[in-house]
Every structure is written in structure tokens, then in C-alpha cells.
């Protein structure tokens, strides 16, 4: 079982920045793959960043490219998500989540642990 806790959301004016963070439990976070997904209301659950198990390699939803960029520190168990650029459309609860096979996924039934989220809300 790993625990994953997301913190660094707020209200930021559009062109700004945040950086999110995922703290993961366990000793075994470096075998996950980890990803970052955001759902906005009335919208499905969208994938926005996934990283491998070493951080290697990375993937990013069409919409967050040239903006975002995953990372991880394995000696940290944690995850982050640098955002830039900030448009209102960015605005969504954002969740971080593990995959226990270590792959690098890209849709949501791939992933076995969630977090709790945390918004993000940029203004116009």
C-alpha cells in the first residue's frame, strides 16, 4: 500500500506559476511509475504528466506541453509538477498517482494509488 500526498496548489493569476509536490509512504516508490491527472468540474479525469520509475522518461497531455514538467526525486519519494505559463483553463482538482507495475502509463485504470488532490485555480 503507498499513501501519496499532493500539496502546492492555490489561486494564481494566469501567466504565473506553481509547483506541486506528491509525498509518497513506503520504501518502494522508486519502482512506480507516477503521473499527475486533473479533473475540472463536469469534465473526466484527464491526464496531464507521467514520469518512469527512474525519471528517464517522461509524457504529457497535449494541452500542458512546453508548460509542465514532471519530475522526481526517488531519494525523497516524491513527485512534482512544475507548471508555468498558467492559463484559466489549467484551473481543476489535481491528483498524483502510482502505478505498482512501473510502467509508464497514461490512463487512469492503469494507476493503483491516488491521492486526495489538491486545486488549483487560476484566474483570468
Known amino acids: 500500500q503507498v499513501r501519496l500526498v499532493e500539496s502546492g496548489g492555490g489561486l494564481v493569476q494566469a501567466g504565473g506559476s506553481l509547483r506541486l509536490s506528491c509525498a509518497a509512504s513506503?520504501?518502494?516508490?522508486?519502482?512506480?511509475?507516477m503521473g499527475w491527472f486533473r479533473q475540472a468540474p463536469g469534465k473526466e479525469r484527464e491526464l496531464v504528466a507521467a514520469?518512469?520509475?527512474?525519471?528517464?522518461?517522461?509524457f504529457y497531455g497535449d494541452s500542458v506541453k512546453g508548460r509542465f514538467t514532471i519530475s522526481r526525486d526517488n531519494a525523497k519519494n516524491t513527485v512534482y509538477l512544475q507548471m508555468n505559463s498558467l492559463k484559466p483553463e489549467d484551473t481543476a482538482v489535481y491528483y498524483c498517482?502510482?502505478?505498482?507495475?512501473?510502467?509508464?502509463?497514461?490512463?487512469?485504470?492503469?494507476?493503483?494509488?491516488w491521492g486526495q488532490g489538491t486545486q488549483v485555480t487560476v484566474s483570468s
Open positions: 498517482a502510482a502505478d505498482r507495475l512501473g510502467r509508464l502509463s497514461t490512463t487512469s485504470y492503469q494507476y493503483d494509488y
Open positions: 513506503g520504501r518502494t516508490f522508486s519502482s512506480y511509475g
Open positions: 514520469i518512469s520509475r527512474s525519471g528517464a522518461t517522461t
